[in-house]
């Protein structure tokens, strides 16, 4: 069973940067889409950031401009850089990895983004 190991969450004043980082825990060879999630309290999962198998990247407009994700196709690794961190931007991040097949998904466990004001 794989899973997806995040790190670098915390806290972090406002203004600040955060660096989350997601890596499988063991060699996956079809891998689509990965991206980043995240979730407050009584909200829906909402997309942040996702980065295709080729390089493209979608941002959420809340993110555009502060938010950079990158990919290691290698190493099976997604980053999520964070900078001029917002208290809104508060949330547990997840990261996904999209797969061509079946179970055409994985989920980390989440990591808690906490910004003060």
């Known amino acids: 069973q794989v899973q997806l190991v995040e790190s670098g969450g915390g806290l972090v004043q406002a203004g600040g940067s955060l660096r989350l980082s997601c890596a499988a825990s063991?060699?996956?060879?079809?891998?689509?889409?990965m991206g980043w999630y995240r979730q407050v309290p009584g909200k829906q999962r909402e997309l942040v950031a996702s980065?295709?198998?080729?390089?493209?990247?979608n941002y959420a407009d809340s993110v555009k401009g502060r938010f950079t994700i990158s990919r290691d196709n290698a190493k099976n690794t997604v980053a999520l850089q964070m900078n001029s961190l917002k208290p809104e931007d508060a949330a547990v991040y997840y990261c996904?990895?999209?797969?061509?097949?079946?179970?055409?998904?994985?989920w980390g466990q989440g990591t808690q983004v906490t910004v003060s004001s």
């Open positions: 996904k990895m999209v797969l061509r097949g079946p179970p055409y998904y994985y």
């Open positions: 063991r060699r996956i060879f079809s891998i689509n889409a």
């Open positions: 980065i295709t198998e080729g390089g493209s990247t």
